[in-house]
């Protein structure tokens, strides 16, 4: 595994393997590893020639009073668990590599997709991670580009700007991995003391709940969001940020749960606000 700090040179490096007709495959991620990042490589590992992993805490997808300079970063874990998972290459450039002196171009996905959920809580949020895959894509010239479904609302973002600006790559959809006792894996986890990591436990139960309710035969939005809302507020000091029942292509609210469906939380568990969701096919 080979780590590079500058992106021309990798780029140079990754243009000469693809017109040797390798393909490359590309997880772009934040640090901080565990085990859902590593599901993403070991399955673009599987599919690609060439595993290209970046780590970058990217600044302009942090709003002013979020957690960017004390997002948990260590660089020396995760060059382990990234040769452990067959990465070729990592991408670890500085702020200054990606956000140069001069830095004027922003991509930003427009409309529905954009409006609720993190959109609505993290002005700039969407911008942020728009303009810094983009970059990330020019860069690291993948064939294909793993997302995890933990954070659903920026896989539809992507696809979105991957199909309005004619990008040329698929970007490849991954399943939420979970502890055993279904809490979503996430980075965000370690400001977690051992209360608020059972208290945690409340996101993926009131989806259990929501997905009873659906298999039970209940269709109303409102009924499912309201008992969500209740199962979480018994934890006191919890607090709310969405609960969203979507159409899981347009992120639209629904009223009547039908078709492809997305249920998705965010709460503030203490410090760090934990976000979860199920996407389900209904009748
Ligand atoms: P991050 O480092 O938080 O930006 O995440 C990098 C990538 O890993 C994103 O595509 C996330 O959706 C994905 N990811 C994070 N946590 C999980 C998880 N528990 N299961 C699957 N993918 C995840």
Same mark, same amino acid.
């Given at each position: 595994?080979?780590? #590079? +700090?500058?992106?021309?040179?990798?780029?140079? =490096?990754?243009?000469?393997? /693809?017109?040797?007709? /390798?393909?490359? *495959?590309?997880?772009?991620?934040?640090?901080?590893?565990?085990?859902?990042? /590593?599901?993403?490589?070991?399955?673009?590992?599987? !599919?690609?020639?060439?595993?290209?992993?970046?780590?970058?805490?990217?600044?302009?997808?942090?709003?002013?009073?979020?957690?960017? !300079?004390?997002? $948990?970063?260590?660089?020396?874990?995760?060059?382990?668990?990234?040769?452990?998972?067959?990465?070729?290459?990592?991408?670890?450039?500085?702020?200054?590599?990606? #956000?140069?002196?001069?830095?004027?171009? &922003?991509?930003?996905?427009? *409309? $529905?997709?954009?409006?609720?959920? !993190?959109?609505?809580?993290?002005?700039?949020?969407?911008?942020?991670?728009? +303009?810094?895959?983009?970059?990330?894509?020019?860069?690291?010239? $993948?064939?294909?580009? &793993?997302?995890?479904?933990?954070?659903?609302?920026?896989?539809?973002?992507?696809?979105?700007?991957?199909?309005?600006?004619?990008?040329?790559?698929?970007?490849?959809?991954?399943?939420?991995?979970?502890?055993?006792?279904?809490?979503?894996?996430?980075?965000?986890?370690? #400001?977690?003391?051992?209360?608020?990591?059972?208290?945690? =436990?409340?996101?993926? %139960?009131? =989806?259990?709940?929501?997905?009873?309710?659906?298999?039970?035969?209940? %269709?109303?939005?409102?009924?499912?969001?309201?008992?969500?809302?209740?199962?979480?507020?018994?934890?006191? &000091?919890?607090?709310?940020?969405?609960?969203?029942?979507?159409?899981?292509? +347009?992120?639209?609210?629904?009223?009547?749960?039908? *078709?492809?469906?997305?249920?998705?939380?965010?709460?503030?568990?203490?410090? $760090? /606000?934990?976000?979860?969701?199920?996407?389900?096919?209904? !009748?």
């Amino acid at each position: 595994m080979e780590l #590079y +700090t500058s992106g021309r040179e990798l780029r140079n =490096l990754l243009k000469s393997l /693809k017109k040797e007709g /390798k393909s490359v *495959g590309f997880v772009p991620t934040m640090g901080f590893l565990h085990e859902g990042h /590593k599901s993403l490589m070991v399955k673009a590992r599987r !599919e690609n020639d060439i595993l290209v992993a970046s780590v970058f805490v990217n600044p302009t997808q942090f709003g002013p009073g979020e957690d960017l !300079e004390a997002y $948990p970063r260590d660089i020396e874990r995760d060059k382990d668990l990234m040769e452990s998972a067959g990465v070729d290459y990592v991408f670890f450039p500085s702020v200054q590599e990606m #956000y140069p002196t001069g830095y004027n171009t &922003y991509v930003d996905v427009e *409309g $529905p997709l954009t409006i609720l959920m !993190e959109g609505a809580s993290r002005e700039g949020h969407f911008r942020g991670v728009a +303009t810094v895959v983009s970059k990330l894509f020019n860069l690291c010239v $993948p064939d294909r580009a &793993y997302f995890g479904m933990k954070d659903a609302q920026q896989v539809s973002v992507v696809q979105r700007m991957v199909e309005d600006m004619n990008m040329d790559l698929e970007i490849i959809p991954c399943p939420i991995v979970r502890e055993d006792d279904g809490l979503a894996l996430s980075s965000r986890n370690t #400001y977690l003391d051992e209360k608020q990591r059972k208290d945690a =436990l409340v996101l993926s %139960r009131s =989806l259990g709940r929501a997905r009873e309710m659906i298999d039970g035969g209940i %269709r109303d939005a409102h009924l499912i969001h309201d008992e969500m809302k209740n199962m979480i507020n018994e934890i006191d &000091y919890a607090k709310i940020d969405y609960i969203q029942i979507v159409n899981a292509r +347009t992120l639209e609210p629904l009223q009547l749960v039908t *078709g492809d469906v997305l249920i998705a939380v965010a709460v503030w568990v203490g410090k $760090p /606000k934990l976000l979860d969701n199920i996407r389900l096919e209904v !009748e």
